[in-house]
């Protein structure tokens, strides 16, 4: 278990944040895997005794998992001892709810949460299916637990739409949903589940092509955390603000927990940063001038992005002319996204000019970070 997890979802006030890896090991299953950083940190824990053959080097030199799994049931302990409530993320480094990972494991994990109540249990996957049946079953032994929250990582429409259903379908204390990283717009409002019928994961209400409600799913999301990608720049795929926007309005109209994680390497910057008024021109000295361009390219944006570029698999273009120049023209209108790459650092996690930094509770409230200790980032 690591003590003081980077992953700022788990900093919820009043618990301590730490990280469960009862096991290590994964197999990718869509896009949203592609640049994982569970292989790299796998490959630096490949000496240990036991842990060889997780990772392995693909034809381009990167860590990718294998499919083998190892498991710590040892580490089941290490909450038991703990009495402060900590907020728990179940598991970093594998999906949980893996082929590769018994039931008979999975009923040892139950077991431990059922007999610590003091913590909060995060547990998000990409298999909601088998988690769906699993964890009916594990509801018959244990009962619906109200501290451990179950979620699904989504990253576009077409998983969103795979995932969420039989996210709806597990019996769970919080449902949430993990949109990160974000690759493309996702509407959780309109679920498409075929046959003429759409499902509004927020409400639970399911209708027909008519808009008629016609019955109502066994649950909702509860909370919804969106975040961009982050990495090397060949690697990183950026996100389009609106995508991220859109997601915040959708859980604010229906009064659930939204956290805006963060934007990742790439991220929004001011499209035009005047050194002078064009009109007047510069009235300095020539060092000073180029003391000022630099400073604006410092913090302008270099490239831009489509709001549809998920449709063509686009990537970032690049400007043509400097922010500060003259030749720079304002975008055509908000479909384009002014972005810059911020090497060595986070783009930061402000949507809009505020944090969002909400937790949702077992009874359906909001639970939300103090504004003072947001400002500080004292959450992150």
């Not at 693909?58 to 294998?66: C, M």
């Not at 929250?149 to 449902?175: C, D, K």
């Not at 949903?177 to 927020?202: D, F, K």
């Not at 913090?299 to 043509?320: C, F, N, R």
Request: charged residues 25%; aromatic residues 8%; neutral net charge.
């Amino acid at each position: 278990m690591s003590e003081g997890s980077e992953i700022g979802w788990l900093n919820r006030p009043g618990h301590k944040s730490w990280t469960l890896n009862v096991g290590i090991g994964c197999t990718p299953v869509s896009a949203g895997c592609d640049f994982c950083y569970a292989p790299k940190s796998a490959a630096r824990q490949a000496h240990y005794e036991g842990r060889g053959g997780i990772v392995a080097k693909d034809a381009l030199g990167r860590q990718v998992w294998t499919g083998e799994v190892k498991l710590f049931e040892e580490r089941l302990q290490r909450p038991l001892k703990v009495k402060r409530p900590c907020m728990i993320f179940v598991n970093a480094l594998m999906d949980l709810f893996s082929a590769a990972v018994p039931e008979e494991f999975i009923a040892k994990v139950w077991q431990m949460m059922a007999a610590t109540p003091q913590h909060t249990y995060v547990i998000l996957t990409k298999q909601p299916k088998r988690m769906r049946d699993i964890v009916r079953r594990m509801v018959e032994r244990f009962g619906i637990l109200r501290n451990v929250w179950l979620g699904v990582s989504i990253e576009n429409q077409h998983t969103a739409e795979i995932r969420v259903r039989f996210l709806l379908e597990t019996p769970a204390a919080v449902r949430a949903v993990s949109c990160e990283p974000l690759l493309a717009p996702i509407r959780l409002t309109r679920l498409h589940l075929g046959g003429g019928s759409y499902l509004n994961a927020l409400s639970g209400i399911m209708t027909g092509d008519d808009g008629e409600i016609y019955a109502a799913a066994p649950g909702c999301v509860d909370w919804v955390i969106v975040g961009g990608e982050s990495g090397r720049r060949e690697d990183v795929r950026p996100m389009h603000p609106t995508w991220a926007r859109s997601l915040r309005d959708q859980a604010v109209t229906h009064q659930r927990a939204f956290f805006f994680k963060q934007w990742g390497s790439w991220g929004p910057a001011p499209w035009v940063v005047r050194v002078c008024d064009p009109a007047e021109g510069w009235k300095g000295t020539d060092a000073e001038l180029a003391a000022a361009k630099a400073a604006a390219e410092a913090i302008g944006a270099t490239h831009s992005l489509p709001v549809w570029a998920d449709q063509y698999d686009m990537k970032p273009t690049e400007a043509e002319h400097k922010p500060w120049g003259a030749e720079r023209h304002e975008l055509p209108d908000d479909t384009h996204a002014p972005l810059r790459f911020y090497r060595g650092k986070s783009a930061g996690h402000q949507l809009d000019g505020r944090e969002w930094l909400q937790w949702p509770t077992a009874d359906g409230l909001i639970e939300e970070a103090p504004r003072e200790l947001a400002t500080a980032g004292g959450v992150r």
